[in-house]
């Protein structure tokens, strides 16, 4: 009997699942957040509820900017301040290099090589370390 009701309160949840998806237009995130949540009380059908595969996500398309939007956006910077100067290099580091902005917020100096013309850039983890000039 035990085992009869944790078989349908599965098939209502993963009725729930699809409903938060479709109807309520939430994100695969959502979703598996909602799969994730503990409750103490309910242990052993939880334990069930675990068991439902989480859905993988596609990867997002990186999108670029094509040169005409790209000059556009260099155009805006006022190079006769400093603070446009700033912004100006900022943008050009940033395309030049394809350094993410948390990878650049996160240079030292020591990571410069100014006679080689040339940065490291440490990725996401310190194993993923690239050069960039």
């Not at 957040?33 to 052993?44: D, I, N, Q, R």
């Not at 059908?45 to 997002?60: E, M, T, Y």
């Not at 005409?68 to 260099?74: N, Q, S, T, Y």
């Not at 993410?100 to 040339?118: C, F, H, N």
Request: net charge positive.
């Amino acid at each position: 009997m035990a085992n009869k009701i944790i078989e349908v309160s599965c098939l209502v949840t993963l009725r729930f699942l699809a409903d938060l998806e479709s109807s309520r237009g939430c994100k695969i995130a959502t979703r598996n957040y909602f799969v994730a949540e503990h409750s103490p009380v309910h242990v052993e059908w939880f334990g069930q509820i675990r068991s439902i595969p989480f859905k993988k996500a596609g990867r997002a398309v990186v999108p670029y900017l094509e040169k005409a939007e790209m000059d556009a956006l260099l155009a805006g910077p006022d190079r006769r301040t400093a603070q446009g100067r700033r912004d100006y290099a900022l943008l050009l580091f940033l395309y030049n290099s394809g350094a993410r902005a948390t990878e650049t917020a996160q240079l030292k100096v020591r990571d410069l090589d100014i006679r080689a013309a040339s940065v490291n850039i440490t990725g996401k983890s310190v194993r993923r370390q690239r050069s960039a000039m």
